[in-house]
């Protein structure tokens, strides 16, 4: 009997030692225990939502390009490429600027040389420059002649600038005839003529205190005169 209960006591002894054991376990576990255990083994998140790698911005490559050759470059226009107002030689500019009013010889001339440079070829087109532009004149004048609005002291003076434009043609006209034969007095004479044709028509508008209609026609009229003269007295002598 006493045997019996010497087993019976060992088996509650260690079932007491087995229960404090398991209490004291509980204890030293932390309570978040098993969210830790449950994060750890969390799955990986999945790709789609994932935000994309930072890329860092680079500068650009400089170009591997060689610059261009020199001779592939546009040049800048130089003086025997430029534009010039007229193309007139040298000869006839040399001429034009013995004369009063070289900017107007060379202008006027232009239209009519045409690789004639002596100073007989030169006189001839400046004259047939002048008798252009005196029939401009005329043919403004008839115009005017047969406005009904223009006064009747203007149709006076106009009547009067008709006739000495037409003058002035013929005198020119005498002058261009007289350059074959050499004869400088004949075409000083004609072309003095024209020039006083010019300022005749100008000097009735001032006597009857009218303004001229023809007056810038006139004064380039009598400067292209003018020129010719200066250009007939380099005509060599017969």
Known sequence: MAEQNKQILVIVSISSLLFLSFSAEAICVPKNSNTLEIHSHSPAPSPSTQSPPHVSARPPRPSTQSPPHASSLPRPPTAATEPTPFNISPSVRAVCEKT?????????????????????????????????????????????????????????????????????????????????????????????????????????????????????????????????LAIAALLPLK
Do not use: H, Q
């Open 100 to 228: 009063d009013y070289p900017s107007l010889c060379i202008s006027s001339l232009a239209p009519f040389l045409a690789n004639r440079d002596s100073p007989a070829a030169i006189l001839e087109m400046a004259i047939k420059a002048a008798v252009n532009y005196t029939s401009a004149a005329l043919a403004k004048a008839k115009v005017l002649s047969s406005d009904p609005s223009t006064s009747t002291i203007a149709m006076a003076c106009i009547a009067d600038c008709l006739e000495l434009y037409a003058d002035a043609i013929d005198n020119f006209n005498a002058a261009a005839a007289a350059i074959p034969s050499g004869d400088i007095g004949l075409m000083n004479s004609m072309l003095s003529a024209a020039i006083t044709d010019f300022s005749t028509c100008e000097d009735g508008f001032a006597e009857a205190s009218e303004d001229s209609p023809f007056k810038e026609m006139d004064s380039k009229l009598s400067n292209m005169a003018s020129n010719c």
